[in-house]
């Protein structure tokens, strides 16, 4: 019988903890402590995190890392990017040379920028590397806990151990695709916080949907010239983990990043909306981390630097957001116009030729149907 460990007892852990037990999967959240781990199996749900949802019988929680992390053919790190290191560290070992190692957090560490499975891989033994998954797509957590439908990706740099991850997570409601590029995902899920939180200033500022429309495709040509820059495949951003992802935060009202880009909107600091909600923003410390990035690529990336001027150097946010959607005057910028004509060139040798597929890769059934 498979074994699989969440790190992280919040919103998205937990969901994640459910999904898996409902394969038959026995399941392990660790908590904090005893106090915690008490209340999740007494209550047989996230009462403070994901009220709702009940456990499945094969997902308990517990405070002992050993007894988690105990014979675990999967271990998840749902945690905040501020604290994957530190997570990791504790994790890695208990960690055999067989256990799948699944990010399933989509932010990037503010001192370094470096994506979480850099962080990850950086702690492990080398000989754990090939292990390392991540997991990432249009999924809200309260929605894939109730078992409505969801779609995910999981990248591994191996095809074969994206396969295996998939195996465990995989279900009629949680239906997985599978990638191997980790750049691609790990960046469009970090990406598409930031872009969310320029998003919702321009709602909460009552611009209407012409300008939402504007400013998600242009903030995803962004979030391509970003991810291309550091190795990734164009076509993972107009997929599940890039462009889906960010349509579902973008229109979700359950998206976090969204709600603190209104509440900017309103005239709130970003430290009260951030210490008044009990979940993380990813958007927040990530859109610092891509500034810097983009910085020091020497790319122009004109929605991220508006937004981390919004949240780091007192931009205002009326300003701000019309400039969200501003062309410069002599049209899109040159690395945009480079990367579409590359995306066209890319489609018309890739999709046209038999037997070629997207990043994200159907089951040989589905591409018989």
Known sequence: MSR?????????????????????????????????????????????????????????ATA????????????????????????????????SDTTLVVSATKGLEVETGKRMSQIIAEELDPRLHPNICVLSGPNIAHEAAQGLLSVTVVAARDAAVAERAKQLVNSNQFYVFTSTDIVGVELGGAMKNVITLGVGMVDGLGNGSNAKAALIIRGLSEAIVLGTTFGANPLTFIGLSGLGDLVVTSFSPLSRNY?????????????????????????????????????????????????????????????????????PADGESLEVTKLLRFLLDYLRVRWYQPGSFPPEQLDSEDRAG
Not at 75 to 88: E, K, Q
């Open 4 to 60: 699989a460990a969440i790190v992280g007892s919040a919103a998205w852990g937990t969901a994640l903890g459910i999904i898996l037990a409902r394969n038959g999967i026995w399941t392990k959240i660790w908590a904090r402590n005893e106090e915690a781990a008490d209340k999740l199996n007494q209550a047989r749900e996230n009462v403070v995190y994901l009220p709702g949802p009940r456990f499945p019988t094969r997902l308990t």
């Open 64 to 95: 002992s890392l050993e007894e988690a992390m105990d014979k675990a053919d999967m271990v998840i790190l749902a945690v905040p990017s501020s604290t994957m290191r530190l997570n990791i560290g504790r994790v890695k070992d208990y960690l």
């Open 259 to 327: 709600y603190v880009g209104k509440e900017l909107a309103k005239g709130r600091s970003v430290e009260d909306i951030t210490h008044s909600m009990p979940h993380v923003a990813e958007g927040v410390s990530t859109a610092q981390a891509a500034w810097q990035l983009g910085q020091r690529a020497g790319l122009s990336l004109p929605i991220v630097d508006k937004i981390y001027k919004v949240l780091y150097e007192g931009l205002d946010v009326r300003k701000a957001a019309s400039e969200l959607v501003e062309y």
